[in-house]
Nanobody, 115 residues
Framework: QVQLRESGGGLVQAGGSLRLSCAAS????????MGWYRQAPGKQRELVAF???????NQADSVKGRFTVSRDNTKNTVYLQMNRLEPEDTAVYYC?????????WGQGTQVTVSS
């Protein structure tokens, strides 16, 4: 079994920054892709950013230039640095990891950006 522990969400004013972390533990042999999704009230869950085991990154157009995804393979941890936050970024953010073709989700962490 794989467990994902997220941290770093909270309330911030527009223009501020937050850093999310997600640490994976359990039966981990090799983590392929790690990333983040988000879901705002009344909307579908959407991809925010991901990073592969080779270090290749992809991000949603709405966060390019503001958010940066990174990972520490020695800690099995993925990060999401969020700068210049906007009220439209308010959502529950979910960590996602892909391990040998099996996907795992975190429990979600709330990010609220006030105007």
């Amino acid at each position: 079994q794989v467990q994902l522990r997220e941290s770093g969400g909270g309330l911030v004013q527009a223009g501020g920054s937050l850093r999310l972390s997600c640490a994976a533990s359990g039966s981990i042999f090799s983590i392929n892709t790690m990333g983040w999704y988000r879901q705002a009230p009344g909307k579908q869950r959407e991809l925010v950013a991901f990073i592969t085991s080779e270090g290749n990154r992809n991000q949603a157009d709405s966060v390019k230039g503001r958010f940066t995804v990174s990972r520490d393979n020695t800690k099995n941890t993925v990060y999401l640095q969020m700068n210049r936050l906007e009220p439209e970024d308010t959502a529950v953010y979910y960590c996602y990891v892909l391990i040998i073709g099996q996907g795992y989700w975190g429990q979600g962490t709330q990010v609220t950006v006030s105007s």
